[in-house]
Structures are given as C-alpha cells and as structure tokens.
C-alpha cells in the first residue's frame, strides 16, 4: 500500500449527530473511520463500547480502525471481529502476553495493531514487528482528545521505519495525536503510512474540505 491515508477519529465528531458524521466521512477523500475505545482505567477516560460500534459498523463505507485503550483487551477480541471492526489495535503495555494476543486477533479476521505510548522503546517491538499489520505511535498521552503533539514523534517515527524495512516486515506506521496540516507531511516523511486526525477535522468549519486539504498535504 503506497498511498498515504487519512484515517479521522469519530471520538472528535458530535455525538449528538453521528450518523450525520459518519456519512461526511463515508462521502469525504478519508481511507478508514477511527474508532477509540476508553475503559477509564488504562486511560483516565471513558469514550464509547460496543453498542456504538454497533451502530457506526451498520453505517459506515469505509474501514473500522479501532484502537483499544483498555485493559486486558484479549477478552473482548472475538465480539470486536463480531461486530465487524476491520482493524483492532491492542496497547502494548496492556499486553503480558504479546504475540498471542496478535494471533488471536488475525484468528478472528481483523487486521492486528500494536499501540505504543509515547514513553515506550520502538525496541520493544523488535521480536514482534514481522507479526503486526500496523503500530500506532502515540503522539500525545492516550486518553483525551485535543492534546499537544509531542515533537519526538518524528524520531520515533523515523526509528521505527529502520526497525520495519530491516525485518522486512510490512507494518503500516499509522500516528494518533494533535495531527494537522502543519505536521501532516513532515511525518509522512519521516516514515509514516497513516495520519489519525480527530479535533483538527471534526472542530474545523468544514471537516470534509480540511480532509481534502489533508490528503492533498500529504500525496
């Protein structure tokens, strides 16, 4: 997959609208729908579950990348491939038992993502990269939208990449945190596959045009 993507977070949409939102979305140049999942104990936060998915999953044109922010995801791993979610993304420090955790989510036909916070090593995943489809750099602390991005993500990013092409792995680098146009394509440059963009899109005037304008950035 050569094309750079854009992947907004309905977590930043109005709730009150969502199906409006979704469809924005279905009609708009974004490749995935990005779904977060907060249990407000890995993370001080608590967004949305299943019955939401649910909803959006009957909807939604494009693919359910959902990222889970919870703790001992491995319960839930077969109801998330039930509902149809495309892509299910695990925390890597919510995870004792990596690798089978990866199993057991391709087991049920989904895509397996690894998340790293920003204070974890890129090293981590050196005995695992051949197995995950994508990792998600945190570029801000998992748990509430809005956030600051944090400048050493282009390193991360940049090490992370060395780490994929030297085990000849074909882990997609996707990024989840304070993405906009100002940032859009510097780390698209420095390695990255796919730009997660949830307050820059959903509080601008017009969200469809500001993914227009995104994927244009980044082509």
Request: proline share 4%; charged share 20%; hydrophobic share 45%.
């Amino acid at each position: 997959m050569n094309k750079s993507m854009i992947a907004p977070s309905l977590l930043a949409s109005d709730f009150a609208n969502l199906q409006q939102e979704i469809e924005m979305v279905n009609q708009s140049d974004a490749d995935w729908f990005h779904l977060d999942v907060m249990d407000g104990v890995f993370v001080p936060n608590i967004s949305f579950g299943m019955p939401v998915i649910e909803a959006i999953a009957k909807h939604a044109k494009k693919p359910l990348d959902t990222h889970l922010m919870i703790v001992d995801p491995d319960r839930y791993i077969k109801a998330f491939g039930d509902l149809g979610v495309n892509h299910l993304t695990v925390h890597y420090e919510a995870c004792p038992h990596l690798h089978r955790t990866l199993q057991a989510i391709k087991v049920e036909g989904m895509k397996a993502g690894v998340a790293i916070n920003p204070h974890t090593s890129i090293k981590l995943l050196e005995d695992t990269i051949q197995d995950i489809d994508i990792v998600i750099v945190m570029s801000v602390n998992p748990g509430f939208g809005g956030q600051s991005f944090i400048e050493n993500t282009y390193q991360k990013v940049a090490d992370l990449k060395e780490l994929i092409n030297r085990k000849n792995a074909k882990t997609l680098i996707e990024i989840d945190g304070g993405v906009n146009a100002g940032n859009a394509k510097k780390l698209i440059h420095h390695g990255a596959d796919v730009l997660v963009a949830g307050s820059f899109v959903f509080k601008s005037a017009n969200p469809a045009k500001t993914i227009k304008k995104l994927k244009e950035e980044i082509a």
